[in-house]
């Protein structure tokens, strides 16, 4: 069946860590999104990328980074300068260029610092 | 600049109720199309209509619809006899020419349905 894959879907690290985020997608889009979803609020965009090899920052990019050197892959790293990581992680994607598409999302990763 | 509000923060009925949750969205863009998505507990977003900003018809689809309405900025979502399945996290969100790339999405709306 073609989606969305994410993993892992629970996921502990200690403050200073880094901490990689998969996405994998199969429905051969273009354009692959990270959202953070913070109780009681919002999808709040980190980074998204538009075609392989390119991405752009979105919202809430600092102290996250992104790679996209396949079309089907888009990881997210938080890394320990992100100050407040607890979060759950939803990534999405949607055909290129079709502002007018919607976005077909995984099942998200939840990721707490202890 | 482009904004999603859903004032709803809760909402809480009773089961076979009807429900009506709001959105209402800012853009300058003449061409823009909006969207609503349901959130169960499992956390997935579920895609549940795109709507064009040249086509005000509500839409009905069973026992959800669907009212957008140009002249006040809103699109609101009405479910019909709710279930306990519809108990979830419901966000709107807009995408339009100055944001070609981002989907904005709204706070969200809780919906509880009580047996």
């Known amino acids: 069946d073609g989606g969305i894959t994410q993993s892992p879907k629970y996921l502990f690290r200690k403050e200073g860590q880094n901490v990689t985020l998969s996405c994998e997608q199969n429905l051969n889009h273009d354009a692959m999104y990270w959202y953070r979803q913070d109780p009681g609020q919002g999808l709040r965009l980190i980074y998204y990328s538009q075609i392989v090899n390119d991405f752009q920052k979105g919202d809430i990019a600092e102290g996250y980074s992104v790679s996209r050197e396949k079309k089907e892959s888009f990881p997210l790293t938080v890394t320990s300068a992100q100050k407040n990581p607890t979060a759950f992680y939803l990534c999405?994607?949607?055909?290129?260029?079709?502002?007018?598409?919607?976005?077909?999302f995984g099942e998200g990763s939840r990721l707490t610092v202890l | 600049a482009q904004k999603v509000t859903q004032a709803q923060t809760e909402i809480s009925v009773v089961e076979k109720e009807d429900v009506t949750l709001d959105c209402v969205y800012e853009?300058?863009?003449?061409?823009?199309?909006l969207f609503w998505y349901k959130q169960p507990p499992s956390g997935e977003l579920v895609f549940l209509i795109r709507r064009n900003s040249f086509d005000e018809q509500n839409e009905i689809s069973g026992r959800y619809s669907w009212n957008f309405q140009k002249s006040t900025s809103s699109f609101n979502f009405t479910i019909t006899a709710s279930q306990v399945v519809d108990s979830a996290v419901y966000f709107c969100a807009l995408s339009s020419d100055s944001s070609a790339s981002k989907i904005i999405f709204g706070s969200g709306t809780r919906l509880s349905i009580r047996p």
């Open positions: 853009t300058r863009d003449t061409t823009y199309y």
């Open positions: 999405a994607s949607r055909d290129r260029g079709r502002y007018t598409g919607e976005l077909f």
